[in-house]
């Protein structure tokens, strides 16, 4: 067709050619940049549906729709916490035995002097974790307290096992030995002779942390005064008794075992140096 020179223009017909060959150069170049941003997408590992596919649950293969995969494990639950653990006493130990029953022995006896490292390594143990307070962080049961009531549990014996159902060195409860694990979120197994001292260890840090907020026997760095007499009553006796019916607040009153008591705190000044 020729150029019209009156009307400045081409004709009709030519100019349809040309909007056609236009919307043509635009899909070409569409499908151009669409191909390259698949192949970027794949090159990054990205293989996924955009929009409402790639968030609608229906979407999103089951089980049933991939028999031949299964589903990955989920994680195991973290371990418990201080700061979601109860601060509920632990069970209290029984108080009666039967008459005449004799303690029973099982495996062999340690020597005194292993005995002695598991309880000097439970005096440098922190059992209060990082979420705790300050003041239960700070707490290390001292190896004096810890060597008396091994001596007045058992005789150091490691391999004991009571009437009553306390076991081992530092003569735990099962009970006990539960409620501690759950409660520090522990695995100590209370028929291994070095975990049966940390579970006793455990047990006293706990009720340190736990008269020493009820009495405020704090230091001046925030920490709890362990050797306060009043403090020292309280736990010792709730290790024997159980916290059940012991307010060392009440002096003498608030001790039921207070033989247990006496001996304990005379143990702490002279046993155990021979061992």
Known sequence: MEYDEDTDEFPRPRRAARRVGAVLLTVALAVVLIGCAVIVNLAKGVDRPSGAAATSPAARPTPSDSPSESPSPSPPPPPPTEETQTTEAPPPPPKTTKPGCQPTYKGKQLAKS??????DTASKTKYWGTRAPAA???IRVPVRLLYAIA??????????????????IMQVMPDTHTWMNQRFGTTYNIDVPADNVHLGAQY????????GAQLKTFKADGTYNLSDPTLLNGVISAYNWGTAGVDPAKGKAGIPNGQYVDNVKALMEFCCEDY
């Open 114 to 119: 292993q005995v002695r490292k598991y309880l």
């Open 136 to 138: 239960e962080q700070a």
């Open 204 to 211: 006293l840090a706990w009720l340190f942390s736990y008269y």
């Open 151 to 168: 001596d007045q549990e058992s005789g150091w014996q490691s391999n004991i096992y009571a009437c009553d159902k306390g076991v081992g």
